[in-house]
């Protein structure tokens, strides 16, 4: 949930990315810290195996400047992504503002992209969350590797609603920040029409 | 979904105020408040060396977790966790189920104090929340997110 000091001047917000074992969630956080400037990001801690997959989480906080005098700082987190890890992925979307699902491209893992779409519909209703009803974009990743799945294949099975999505390759940082700015924008549309009622 | 959490400055002052007076009377080393997303919130004592925003962030994943354990268990919620360190102790316990305080301490204090002062200032705290809580709904305080245009948000992410 965001939190808002008007102490501090802050408004902080939560993005999740979530997405099936190997998508590039993880991968998406190394670009984005990579590229950013030191003074607008701090440090970023992985929570991972000893062979690099992701354990409980990622968590990466970034600065995007300001609105009215107001800091908006985001906090980036990634789940794990394997199967077994589920009681771990619905404690990280506690609280969430803005969903990012990365999709694996590859024609291979068609299967689980749609069991981890639909593990996230179900551990978001869990927490009283609606998909459909929180700032939510998608990204294709992997666009890169030869074995890839058409666009429109991909959104006619993964992004029936049509909400904003980008093609990308996290590893060069195709669509990576692309994505960030939408997923972004859309939470803070959110807060200021939620506002507005 | 409820509002956001929200903080003014009278209350962030007061909180702060409890934060330093449990820093004291604990004799800890440090004090912090995050809200149960990971965000912080306050701090008191020696926090200049001290990466307070990763620290929130993983402890609120670690109470997130405690939480989750605590289900499986069919227990309500372990409200309050101490870890051990050689130099450096940590005291966690939930404020009013809404935010997470944490106390680090040295041998200079002991696990005893640091309970006795925590459970103290815990109800001040709860009881700072709820006025702030209270505030916020009365939307007596005019919120920057209706101040905020489309035009600003663009402007955000112009490059």
Known sequence: ?197 | MAGPDVMFPEEQQQITTVCQRLHRDANAKAVLLIGRDGQAIAEAGDVEDLDVTSLSSLTAGNVAATGGISKILREKDFTSQFHEGEKVHVHITLVGGRAILVVLFDERSSLGLVRLRVKKSSEEMARIFDAVSTKAQSKSQPSILTEITDKDIDNLFND
């Open chain 1, 1 to 197: 949930m965001s939190f808002i000091n008007y102490s501090s001047r802050e408004i902080n917000c939560k993005l999740v990315y979530y997405g099936p074992g190997l998508c590039g969630k993880t991968t998406n956080l190394h670009y984005i810290y990579a590229k950013t400037s030191p003074e607008a990001k701090g440090k970023m801690i992985s929570l991972a195996t000893e062979t690099e997959r992701t354990l409980f989480f990622d968590f990466l906080p970034l600065s995007l400047g300001e609105i009215r005098g107001f800091k908006t700082r985001f906090h980036l987190y990634t789940v794990p992504g394997q199967v077994f890890y589920d009681a771990s992925r619905k404690l990280i979307l506690k609280g969430v503002d803005g969903m990012v699902f990365v999709v694996d491209s590859q024609i291979e893992r068609m299967e689980a992209n749609i069991e981890s779409l639909d593990n996230l519909r179900i551990n978001l209703a869990e927490q009283g969350y609606d998909l459909d009803k929180l700032p939510y974009v998608v990204q294709y990743n992997k666009r890169d590797l030869p074995n890839v799945a058409p666009i429109e294949q991909l959104r006619d099975l993964l992004n029936p609603t049509r909400v904003p999505d980008f093609e990308a390759s996290a590893t060069t940082g195709v669509g990576v920040f692309d994505t960030l700015k939408a997923v972004a924008k859309a939470v803070l549309r959110e807060l200021q029409r939620g506002a507005g009622q």
